[in-house]
């Protein structure tokens, strides 16, 4: 019983990692810099809306220009800064990330204070970031969609 076992494990094993690796060198090469507009909807101040007056009972709604630049990448992971200006303000802010999923399309970042979710499409990257309280104690709700800069 235990050496069938330890042969179906061997046997996954076999198949899974040749897979593993395969999706790993099929990852997209998505360096560069994508750009596009905010919608963001922000209660309190601070982080990349230190002017919001907006509250949970009555939230600010802000529109920004936003540059994602993938500086760096190998194979599933990359990093980067994400650039937000507008209303005369311009903030800075690293982040590092994932492409996952079965075809490498699907993408997890973190950052500073938050998280990004979404999906890349040929030129188009689709994503939604949150953060709540924390040291800025701002929470916002942002979608967006980018596009591979020319």
Not at 11 to 25: D, I, K, N, Y
Not at 46 to 63: D, R, S, W, Y
Request: aromatic share 8%.
């Amino acid at each position: 019983m235990t050496r069938r076992l330890n042969i179906g494990v061997l046997a996954v094993a076999l198949v899974a990692c040749p897979l593993l690796t395969l999706a790993a060198a099929n990852a997209p090469d998505i360096k560069g810099v994508w750009a596009g507009k905010t919608f963001t909807i922000v209660a309190g101040a601070g982080g990349h809306f230190p002017n919001n007056k907006g509250t949970f009972e009555n939230p600010g709604l802000a529109e920004k220009d936003i540059r994602v630049n993938i500086t760096g990448q190998e194979g599933r992971r990359f990093w980067g800064v994400k650039t937000l200006s507008g209303n005369g303000e311009k903030t800075d802010e690293p982040f590092i990330g994932e492409l996952y999923g079965s075809d490498n399309r699907r993408v997890l970042i973190a950052d500073t204070d938050g998280y990004i979710n979404g999906e890349i499409r040929g030129n188009v990257f689709s994503f939604c970031y949150a953060h709540a309280g924390g040291p800025t104690k701002t929470s916002l709700v942002a979608c967006y969609e980018v596009r591979r800069a020319h």
